[in-house]
């Protein structure tokens, strides 16, 4: 028969400084991609479906609520640092008379994987353990805590970096700051803590030698439990965790050329047989469907680019594209631009807030702002969408089929018919039927047997 899980309630401790940073910002508001690191830890622990979730806040705890704020959780304040077992002794008026298991995570632990933890939580059910922690066996421990061991991977005592003795710091089994503990028992022990050591700090560490059973779980990828601590552990961590995300699509079928020089954000989509060009920067919701070929160069946010598209050179924000689309090289698409199927947006065009029909081209040096396309239209070189009276923007709509000729420049609001030709160089200030030809520039004037003064005899 099946027993009933015991409850599970999440602690993320983030109250620390991060003192090693050397920054403003406390570190668990450092960026790792597009999420702070303590978003990144909440995001893990949310896939356990908890049923208490706490954030341990301290050091600039208002900034740290603020990026928060729209999550289910409870806030905990720790009003000093006095260290990670005093940060969890604040739980224990939250958590009286909770009889399940409490899973403390420390904030800058980024690259934990869901299944890594849930491998943790299964492991310490079928002991039955006081405490389940993870470990992993590293070539250079220092910076962390060594988990000492007897029979059958019981814990003995964690002894942290600093209180090692010359042959406990070769010891390689590191503690990785990721914990699960029956709360009863560790409620027990938490009162009982004492700040004896080096930094004078109450580690949640020497609760595990209080505790009846405590067990390490070797998680066999050791950067996972890679902890941040300063800048460069940060950007380690960021090109660790763009390898995986790349070594992820790559098996999914995604031809990366030099992934090296490509980033990709772990909230992208991409579909198999997408060929991701050198220099490529790929960010927030965008989706790639397959067949597209992107890059070299560019950079791709919250927008997706239909089947078959290629992009080149180029940056898209927040817009649409269709399918068989070609862009760039240099074009800028922005603010919600919606491309049809087959269109062709080209060298040195800047789009913003357009929607432009199937089958449409602007292929050279333009500015098409606020405005809306048919189907099939073609805008000439240098045309420019006048959308700015110097106070407010307004909109330009052109008809299927229309033409703007090179140079012409559309003063908004104004709507073109479809089927018009505009003839080059048109300053266009009114509105323009269907079928026809607008012409709005001087005539140009010839004079005879003209010639410069200088040149008079
Ligand atoms: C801690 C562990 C160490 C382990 C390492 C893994 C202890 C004593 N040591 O060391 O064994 O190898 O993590 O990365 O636990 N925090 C608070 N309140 C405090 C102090 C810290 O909330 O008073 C938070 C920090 O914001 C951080 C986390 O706890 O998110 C860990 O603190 P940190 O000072 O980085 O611990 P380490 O020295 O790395
Ligand atoms: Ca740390």
Not at 396 to 402: A, H, M, N, P, V
Request: charged share 20%.
């Amino acid at each position: 028969m099946n027993q009933r899980n015991p409850a599970i309630a999440v602690a993320t401790l983030a109250a620390g400084k991060g003192t090693r940073m050397r920054s403003q910002l406390p570190k668990v508001l450092h960026k790792l991609g597009a999420l702070t690191l303590v978003e990144r830890t909440l995001d893990t622990a949310q896939h356990l479906s908890p049923d208490r979730c706490f954030a341990i806040v301290g050091y600039a705890r208002e900034r740290v609520r603020e990026t928060l704020a729209d999550r289910e959780i409870e806030f905990v304040e720790q009003t000093e640092q006095l260290g990670t077992g005093h940060a969890v002794q604040q739980l224990l008026p939250y958590l009286e008379g909770f009889q399940g298991d409490l899973l403390v995570l420390n904030a800058d632990v980024p690259l934990l994987r869901e299944s890594t933890l849930q491998t943790l939580v299964r492991a310490h059910r079928t002991k039955q353990a006081a405490a389940t922690l993870l470990t992993a066996q590293v070539t250079d421990p220092s910076g962390y805590g060594r988990v000492i061991c007897g029979v059958d991977a019981a814990v003995k005592e964690i002894v942290e970096d600093r209180d090692c003795t010359p042959a406990q710091l070769s010891h390689k089994r590191i503690n990785g700051g990721i914990y699960c503990f029956h709360w009863p028992d560790l409620a027990k022990v938490l009162p009982q803590l004492s700040s004896n050591n080096s930094q004078q700090e109450y580690y949640l560490t020497d609760a595990i030698a209080m505790l009846p059973s405590a067990y390490a779980v070797d998680v066999p990828d050791a950067q996972e439990l890679q902890g941040i601590n300063d800048r460069l552990q940060l950007a380690q961590a960021y090109t660790a965790l763009q390898q995986r995300i790349k070594e992820d699509w790559m098996r999914a079928g995604v031809t990366f050329v030099d992934p090296n020089s490509t980033t990709v954000a772990d909230t992208v989509q991409l579909e198999p047989d997408c060929i991701i060009e050198p220099q490529t920067h790929l960010r927030g919701s965008t989706i790639v469907r397959t067949g597209c070929q992107i890059g070299p160069n560019c950079l791709i946010e919250n927008s997706s680019i239909g089947a078959n598209s290629r992009v080149l050179y180029s940056a898209i924000a927040d817009s649409q594209i269709g399918e068989g689309v070609t862009i760039g090289p240099f074009a800028h698409l922005r603010d919600n631009v919606v491309v049809g199927d087959r269109c062709r947006i080209g060298n040195f065009v800047e789009v913003k807030q357009t929607a432009i029909g199937p089958d449409s081209n602007a292929a050279h040096l333009s500015y098409l702002g606020d405005a809306s396309l048919g189907r099939q239209v073609n805008i000439g070189a240098g045309t420019i969408t006048a959308n700015f009276d110097g106070k407010e923007k307004h909109p330009t709509i052109i008809g299927d089929r229309s033409k703007t000729g090179s140079n012409s420049v559309l003063v908004a609001p104004i709507e073109i018919g479809a089927d018009v030709t505009i003839a080059a160089g048109s300053t266009l200030t009114e509105s323009v039927p269907d079928d026809c030809l607008a012409i709005a520039r001087s005539r140009q004037t010839v004079k005879q047997d003209w010639r410069p003064r200088s040149k008079e005899t």
